[in-house]
Every structure is written in structure tokens, then in C-alpha cells.
């Protein structure tokens, strides 16, 4: 195509070995084109782009100097690996990025051996590397072989406690290990970079015991313009070396701040690295996000994760939906609430945009709290802010949730702290893929005494979702909700309190009922005019609440139908599970109710649209139509390929 950019050096390059062939110079030319291959890739099938491009020198001099596969080079979260799969061997198929049977928007072990850890979610690098350098020293088998392990992670996830927890772990075993921080919200000043580019010269040359006499001394080498007033060049010093001293007290030799754009830095210092380490080290480099995009680099999020979009205007392809957002949904309605409610805050981690609660910072400041990538502190957090008289609003995606599980249960629900769970991403999301599918929360959470757990069927439902949790000061309270754009339904002024455990019929009908949980209840809709032409009627229920379970409701429907279907975007053991427990006590199933539950199946789904992931979950319209006429006995020539 005309409008790709040249890349005459990428044009060589096969796999990272290939870059032995390029002098320095060539290699910051080749980092130039890589840069603009990255751009272009991601313009035409989206993608988190301001990351990939926040290191494209960073994966330039780690394939340069490395041996990858046998030396492993693992990317924290992995948002930034689409330079390191155009450098190894995946160029061909960049234009399948994040799609049905095409390539992982992050590092995954089954796609190729230069991704030796998969990766989605934050702050797990250092304790895969850690594993790989012990499993080397040990003697692990290892298709790949073993050499150096090389963690490479961003300074937000490494403000999680899990890379503080390998940071200590391995300071304390000592072994061979290297650790790049990625720091991209510190801008280089000059006097840091005079000082680093120093630094990084003295690294080449002087073996790493004599570092810290370098720096105490590197005074004498300023510039003149930074000896004119000692104070200031003190203070700066003071500040270096305490930036160091944190991690050489956990046992790490400490190099830096580099420019993580400058190869004149980056290379003699990993060559240096990689010749005389001996035990842990964390090179520290500053880098820009977006770096090299200028739409990207002026970007609110730096480019973080776009859509399709124009490579020149940086404006992003994206067709424009009548119906809202789920996530703007729940953003208002928690605004109109605390609009009214001075106790309502509202906690993320490290998700702002992503959950809303960007816009709820801008009207309540003094009331929104992002406390990083640190889900299980936010949980707790959350909880505290309960006990403390508050009224919380925890907003997660489902998937990150996860990670705060054992303060889930520890501090909130064992206390019975209300605290309102906002879960964001429910059920299968699209082109993230499986490590961000929202399956397991109604599992996870159902099972705890006292919880209180709703799942939203469109976005007026959500509005009403928001006002019940608000009200709620009994116990913590969940309530769910998938990505992307509502079903186009009449919204309310404002959301409803609805009765805690009690759902609703949505159409009356005879043989056999339908209780849908979730939003899955517009394909069930769907799924019901086709049935209505064979001369089905089915009964249709929203749930509302997977717990407490409106009993009543599920009981006359056991009683006035021949069969009874629940369905839900989560695995087994969540609503469906717990319907069928309470017709067990009941004795319902004694009395020939034929019962099915459709959920997510046993296996994680790759990376697809959304349509297409609910289609090998078996959970689309098609899927409940043939779902019912098989609880019914009615064979059905399945037509689809």
C-alpha cells in the first residue's frame, strides 16, 4: 500500500538475530522505522499504542544485546509488546492484532517462543523472571534454553505490592537478575540528563562495586552552569541517590535514570549488564509515552488504548452508537447520587477512565480516590471508608477484581461493610481476550454470607442499580455490568431503590421459562421471536439478583412450566448454580422439571469480537433458540458451518 511508511532495515529483519547485522547507527534508524511501522500496524486494527511506543528504543537494544529466546525477556502487563512482535517475527500478521484467530494484544506463551511469560495484568514480571533465573540455576528443562531473565516493568504497576513482594524475594536469593524499570511519567530535565549521560558513560567503563563512590564524587563532572550553586547540585545528588538506595537495600545494584529513548545510552549500558552482572539489577530508564506521535503524546491518556484511527489526524474510525455506554451510565448516576449524598465516594485502581470515574473526579475531587494498581489496598481502603462512616463506591473491572479477592472476603464481607461494588467488563469483553474477560465475579462473590449481588439487563436497569446500592447499608453490594454500548432502551430521570432479591417477568408465557441474569436478556428476547414462529411461547424473567435469589419468583416458575433455563455471562457455580441448589431443597427436580443452565463453558476464549466470543461460548440468540427446543425434545438440524 502506498500509505505504509518505508522501512528499508525492518524490511531485514526476520527474528531479533538479525539485528547483530546493524551498526548502532542503523539501529537508531531501524528504531525510527519500527516506531512508524507500530503506528501504522495499530491505526488499522486498534490497540493500546502509547505504550508500544513509549519503548521502541528499550525493545531495539534488549533484541540487540540479548539472546532472545534463551535469554527471556518478559514485559510487564505487555501493553507495550507490539514492537517486540513485529521484531520477532510476527510483522505478517500485525494486521490481525486483538481479532478472531489473529495475534494476542499481549505476550502469550502458545503464540511464539520470544514470549516466554504470558501477560495482561500488572505488577507479575519480576516474579516470572525470578522463576525463570532459579529454574536456570537449577537446571530446568527448557525448550528455549536458559540464559539471562530480564523483567521489564512500568513505574505504575511497579507501585503494586506483588512487585515489591519479587523485588524483596529476590534481593534476598541474590541470583543473576535484571530488572528494567520503565518510567514514563518523569520528564528528562536537563540537569537529570546531564547527569545521567554521565552515569551511564561511567557504567561501560567502571565495575558496578565502584557506583556508589561514582556518585557521591560525580559532582566534579557537571557542567559548569550545574556547579554554580552547590545546594542545588547537592540536593539533586541527595535525590539520586536515595532514588537508588530503595532498591539496594533490597539487595539490587542500581543504574540510572537513563534516557530510555537514547541508544547511546541504552546499549553500552545493557552490553555492560549483560557482560558482568552477577547478582540482581534494576536499570532505571525515563521514557514518554506516545513517544514519536504526536496526536499520542498530547493525548489525555498518552494513546493509550484507541481505536482504528487516521494516522495523519491521529482521529480515531469509530461509528457512533445512539445507545449510551454502560460505563458513562453508571458514571451519571453515581454523580446524581452524590449530588444528593455527601457520604458517597467513589475508589479505582489505576482505572479512571476506564470505569468513569474520571468524569466523577471532576464534579467530586475531595471525594474520588485512584489509588494505583493496587486492587487489594483499594478494597480495603474501601472498607475502611465504610467503617469510617462513608458510603464507598469500589469501581473495578471484574477481571482486576480478582486480585483483590482475600480482602473481599477478609475485610468487607466477614465485617459486613457496605461497600458497593461497581464491576465494569462483565462477561466476555472482545479483543482484550481471555485475560479480561469478567467470568468468575458471580462465583466469587454469590458464595459469601451476606453479600448482596445484581447484574444489570440494560442500561436503565443500571440507573436503578446504582440508586439500590447507594441505599444499601445492610452489607456490601455488587452489581455488574458489560463493556461497551447499552441496548437503546428508555432511560429513567433517575434510578429506582429496588426491592433487594426480587426480579421482574418481562413476557408471560407457557411449556417453558426463561430466567435471564445480566444482559444475555436481549438475546433471549431475540431467541424468542424465532421460537414464537415454531409455535413456542416462552415465559421470560429478569433475575436482578443472583443473591439473595427471588425465591418466590423461581419456585412459580418451576411450578407453572414444564422447563426452566437460567442463563448468565459467568462460569459454573454462579447464578445458574444457585438456582439449581435451591430446586434441590425444594424437591423441585422430584417433581420432573426439566432444567438447563447455559454459562461460559470450561475454557478460556480467546481474543474476538464480542459476538463471536458468546458464539463459542454457545450463548447468542441462535444458541438459547436451539437451547430451549432441546430442553423440549424438539430435534433441530443445526444449519450453521
Known amino acids: 500500500m502506498s500509505d505504509r511508511p518505508s522501512t528499508p532495515l525492518l524490511d531485514r529483519v526476520r527474528n531479533p538475530s538479525d539485528l547483530s547485522q546493524f551498526s548502532d547507527a542503523e539501529l537508531e534508524r531501524l528504531a525510527g522505522e519500527l516506531r512508524a511501522e507500530t503506528i501504522s500496524a495499530v491505526s488499522e486494527t486498534g490497540g493500546h499504542l502509547g505504550a508500544g511506543l513509549g519503548v521502541v528504543e528499550l525493545t531495539v537494544a534488549l533484541h540487540a544485546v540479548f539472546d532472545a529466546p534463551r535469554d527471556k525477556i518478559i514485559w510487564d502487563v505487555s501493553h507495550q509488546c507490539y514492537p517486540h512482535k513485529i521484531l520477532t517475527g510476527r510483522r505478517d500478521r500485525m494486521s490481525t492484532l486483538r481479532q478472531k484467530d489473529g495475534l494476542s494484544g499481549f505476550t502469550k506463551r502458545s503464540e511464539s517462543p520470544y514470549d516466554p511469560f504470558g501477560a495482561a495484568h500488572s505488577s507479575t514480571s519480576i516474579s516470572a523472571a525470578l522463576g525463570f533465573a532459579v529454574a536456570r540455576d537449577l537446571g530446568g528443562a527448557c525448550d528455549t534454553g536458559h540464559g539471562d531473565a530480564i523483567a521489564v516493568i512500568g513505574d505504575g504497576a511497579m507501585s503494586a505490592g506483588m512487585a515489591f513482594e519479587a523485588l524483596n524475594n529476590a534481593g534476598h536469593l541474590g541470583k543473576r537478575l535484571i530488572v528494567i524499570l520503565n518510567d514514563n511519567e518523569m520528564s528528562i530535565a536537563p540537569p537529570t540528563g546531564a547527569l545521567s549521560s554521565y552515569l551511564s558513560r561511567l557504567y561501560a567503563e567502571a565495575p558496578f562495586q565502584d557506583l556508589k563512590a561514582a556518585v557521591k564524587g560525580a559532582a566534579s563532572f557537571l557542567p559548569p552552569p550545574f556547579r554554580e550553586g552547590a545546594k542545588r547540585a547537592k540536593e539533586m545528588l541527595k535525590g539520586m541517590a536515595v532514588g537508588g538506595t530503595l532498591f539496594e537495600e533490597l539487595g539490587f545494584s542500581y543504574l540510572g535514570p537513563l534516557n530510555g529513548h537514547d541508544l547511546h545510552q541504552l546499549l553500552p549500558v545493557l552490553r555492560t549488564v549483560r557482560q558482568r552482572a552477577t547478582g540482581p539489577i534494576l536499570i532505571h530508564c525515563i521514557t514518554k509515552k506516545g513517544k514519536g506521535y504526536d496526536p499520542a503524546e498530547h493525548a489525555p491518556d498518552k494513546g493509550h488504548a484507541r481505536g482504528k484511527f487516521?494516522?495523519?489526524?491521529?482521529?480515531?474510525?469509530?461509528?457512533?452508537?445512539?445507545?449510551?455506554?454502560?460505563?458513562?451510565?453508571?458514571?451519571?448516576?453515581?454523580?446524581?447520587?452524590?449530588?444528593?449524598?455527601?457520604?458517597?465516594?467513589?475508589?479505582?485502581?489505576?482505572?479512571?477512565?476506564?470505569?468513569?470515574?474520571?468524569?466523577?473526579?471532576?464534579?467530586?475531587?475531595?471525594?474520588?480516590?485512584?489509588?494505583?494498581?493496587?486492587?487489594?489496598?483499594?478494597v480495603t481502603f474501601a472498607a475502611g471508608l465504610a467503617a469510617g462512616g462513608m458510603r464507598p463506591f469500589c469501581a473495578m473491572y471484574s477481571t482486576f477484581l480478582q486480585r483483590g479477592?482475600?480482602?473481599?472476603?477478609?475485610?468487607?464481607?466477614?465485617?459486613?461493610?457496605?461497600?458497593?461494588?461497581?464491576?465494569?467488563?462483565?462477561?466476555?469483553?472482545?479483543?482484550?481476550?481471555?485475560?479480561?474477560?469478567?467470568?468468575?465475579?458471580?462465583?466469587?462473590?454469590?458464595?459469601?454470607?451476606?453479600?448482596?449481588?445484581?447484574?444489570?439487563?440494560?442500561?436503565?436497569?443500571?440507573?436503578?442499580?446504582?440508586?439500590?446500592?447507594?441505599?444499601?447499608?445492610?452489607?456490601?453490594?455488587?452489581?455488574?455490568?458489560?463493556?461497551?454500548?447499552?441496548?437503546?432502551?428508555?432511560?429513567?430521570?433517575?434510578?429506582?431503590?429496588?426491592?433487594?432479591?426480587?426480579?421482574?417477568?418481562?413476557?408471560?408465557?407457557?411449556?417453558?421459562?426463561?430466567?435471564?441474569?445480566?444482559?444475555?436478556?436481549?438475546?433471549?428476547?431475540?431467541?424468542?421471536?424465532?421460537?414464537?414462529?415454531?409455535?413456542?411461547?416462552?415465559?421470560?424473567?429478569?433475575?436482578?439478583?443472583?443473591?439473595?435469589?427471588?425465591?418466590?419468583?423461581?419456585?412459580?416458575?418451576?411450578?407453572?412450566?414444564?422447563?426452566?433455563?437460567?442463563?448468565?455471562?459467568?462460569?459454573?457455580?454462579?447464578?445458574?448454580?444457585?438456582?439449581?441448589?435451591?430446586?434441590?431443597?425444594?424437591?423441585?427436580?422430584?417433581?420432573?422439571?426439566?432444567?438447563?443452565?447455559?454459562?461460559?463453558?470450561?475454557?478460556?476464549?480467546?481474543q474476538a469480537s464480542p459476538a463471536d466470543m458468546y458464539a463459542v461460548a454457545g450463548m447468542n440468540a441462535k444458541d438459547i433458540e436451539a437451547g430451549v427446543l432441546s430442553v423440549l425434545g424438539v430435534e433441530v438440524m443445526d444449519k450453521r458451518a
Do not use: W
Open 405 to 606: 479477592y482475600d480482602q473481599v472476603v477478609h475485610d468487607v464481607a466477614i465485617q459486613r461493610l457496605p461497600v458497593r461494588f461497581a464491576i465494569d467488563r462483565a462477561g466476555l469483553v472482545g479483543a482484550d481476550g481471555a485475560t479480561h474477560a469478567g467470568s468468575f465475579d458471580v462465583a466469587f462473590l454469590a458464595n459469601l454470607p451476606g453479600f448482596v449481588v445484581m447484574a444489570a439487563a440494560d442500561e436503565a436497569e443500571l440507573k436503578h442499580m446504582v440508586a439500590t446500592a447507594a441505599a444499601h447499608d445492610e452489607g456490601p453490594i455488587a452489581f455488574r455490568y458489560p463493556r461497551g454500548e447499552g441496548r437503546g432502551v428508555e432511560m429513567p430521570e433517575r434510578g429506582e431503590v429496588l426491592e433487594i432479591g426480587k426480579g421482574r417477568m418481562i413476557r408471560q408465557g407457557k411449556g417453558v421459562a426463561i430466567l435471564s441474569f445480566g444482559t444475555r436478556l436481549g438475546e433471549v428476547l431475540t431467541a424468542c421471536e424465532a421460537l414464537e414462529a415454531r409455535g413456542i411461547s416462552p415465559t421470560v424473567a429478569d433475575a436482578r439478583f443472583a443473591k439473595p435469589l427471588d425465591r418466590e419468583l423461581i419456585l412459580r416458575l418451576a411450578r407453572d412450566h414444564d422447563a426452566l433455563i437460567t442463563i448468565e455471562e459467568g462460569a459454573v457455580g454462579g447464578f445458574g448454580s444457585h438456582v439449581a441448589q435451591l430446586l434441590a431443597d425444594e424437591g423441585v427436580f422430584d417433581r420432573g422439571l426439566k432444567y438447563r443452565s447455559m454459562v461460559l463453558p470450561d475454557i478460556f476464549i480467546d
Open 310 to 378: 487516521d494516522v495523519v489526524t491521529g482521529q480515531q474510525k469509530k461509528a457512533k452508537s445512539n445507545a449510551p455506554a454502560y460505563t458513562g451510565v453508571f458514571a451519571e448516576a453515581l454523580m446524581q447520587q452524590a449530588a444528593e449524598d455527601s457520604g458517597i465516594c467513589a475508589v479505582t485502581a489505576a482505572m479512571p477512565d476506564g470505569t468513569g470515574l474520571d468524569l466523577f473526579a471532576e464534579r467530586y475531587p475531595s471525594r474520588c480516590f485512584d489509588v494505583g494498581i493496587a486492587e487489594q489496598h483499594g
